[in-house]
């Protein structure tokens, strides 16, 4: 498994990357609705509760940047990563220490109908998919947090949008394989709850669907902090949900 103190971008030499520092990092998390936290109105969905726990003086106080927005796909993260990324380096011009990405299950959907026409054909996702794990990759190293299970019986989603498993999986298995290849850390949110069984994972979700809860952002955030790929810099002291 690559974690953040063996991963480098493909323009530094990995001898010279040392993420497990003793000064604080900057992190920023981009993507769709995963990122921005719809669905939670007690915490601010998984990336805002990390964001609070460091804001302690007893934290590492990293600084975590959550650049969510609702209903992005690939494409448009791939347009405004570097943008959202060289603003967000505070102090004496620092840029990010870190990238963390979760988008693709809107590329997923199906629009109309249950047979209908992904929103991003599959060859085109692919092809975002690349550039934006290329331009993410130039700028410093990178995390990727997969997306949650939906629940087909609730769909379509705001009558319009089809969001189904299989569909899933495929958009799924692609950026895994795309991270793979770029020894990118890929965290797979999406088998781990649907191995969790029905009633765990539908429990965590909303009304809709298609976002999770309260509940489960907070189980996103302990499967985060528990994934290998993090261990080294999220601190000893972990959230209290």
Same mark, same amino acid.
Request: overall charge negative; aromatic content about 10%; hydrophobic content about 40%.
């Given at each position: 498994?690559?974690?953040?103190?063996?991963?480098?971008? !493909? !323009?530094?030499?990995?001898?010279?990357? =040392?993420?497990?520092?003793?000064?604080?990092?900057?992190?920023?998390? +981009?993507?769709?609705?995963?990122?921005?936290?719809?669905?939670?109105?007690?915490?601010?969905?998984?990336?805002?509760?990390?964001?609070?726990?460091?804001? =302690?003086?007893? *934290?590492?106080?990293?600084?975590?940047?959550?650049?969510?927005?609702?209903?992005?796909?690939?494409?448009?993260?791939?347009?405004?990563?570097?943008?959202?990324?060289?603003?967000?380096?505070?102090?004496?011009?620092?840029?990010?220490?870190?990238?963390?990405?979760?988008?693709?299950?809107?590329?997923?959907?199906?629009?109309?109908?249950?047979?209908?026409?992904?929103? =991003?054909?599959?060859?085109?996702?692919?092809?975002?998919?690349?550039?934006?794990? $290329?331009?993410?990759?130039?700028?410093?190293?990178?995390?990727?947090?997969?997306?949650?299970?939906?629940? $087909?019986?609730?769909?379509?989603?705001?009558?319009?949008?089809?969001?189904?498993?299989?569909?899933?999986?495929?958009?799924?298995?692609?950026?895994?394989?795309?991270?793979?290849?770029?020894?990118?850390?890929?965290?797979?949110? +999406?088998?781990?709850?649907?191995?969790?069984?029905?009633?765990?994972? #539908?429990?965590? +979700?909303?009304?809709?669907?298609?976002?999770? #809860? *309260?509940?489960?952002?907070?189980?996103?955030?302990?499967?985060?902090?528990?994934? $290998?790929?993090?261990? #080294?810099?999220?601190? #000893?002291?972990?959230?209290?949900?």
């Amino acid at each position: 498994m690559q974690t953040l103190d063996n991963l480098a971008p !493909s !323009s530094v030499p990995a001898a010279s990357l =040392t993420l497990a520092q003793p000064a604080p990092m900057r992190i920023v998390a +981009l993507g769709d609705s995963l990122i921005y936290g719809f669905g939670d109105p007690e915490g601010g969905g998984w990336v805002e509760r990390l964001r609070r726990h460091w804001m =302690t003086p007893e *934290s590492p106080s990293h600084a975590l940047y959550s650049l969510g927005v609702r209903g992005d796909r690939v494409r448009q993260v791939a347009e405004r990563i570097e943008s959202e990324f060289r603003n967000r380096g505070e102090l004496r011009h620092r840029v990010p220490d870190v990238i963390i990405l979760s988008v693709g299950l809107n590329d997923s959907a199906r629009l109309g109908r249950p047979d209908g026409k992904n929103f =991003t054909a599959f060859e085109e996702f692919q092809t975002d998919l690349e550039l934006l794990l $290329e331009r993410a990759q130039q700028l410093c190293s990178v995390l990727f947090v997969g997306m949650t299970p939906i629940h $087909e019986a609730k769909m379509p989603f705001s009558n319009c949008l089809y969001y189904n498993h299989a569909d899933q999986r495929r958009y799924r298995d692609a950026t895994q394989l795309a991270c793979q290849h770029r020894q990118i850390p890929y965290l797979d949110i +999406l088998e781990q709850w649907l191995n969790r069984g029905e009633a765990w994972w #539908s429990a965590r +979700l909303t009304q809709d669907g298609l976002h999770p #809860s *309260s509940a489960g952002y907070a189980a996103l955030l302990q499967d985060f902090l528990a994934w $290998e790929a993090v261990q #080294s810099w999220i601190g #000893s002291e972990l959230p209290v949900l």
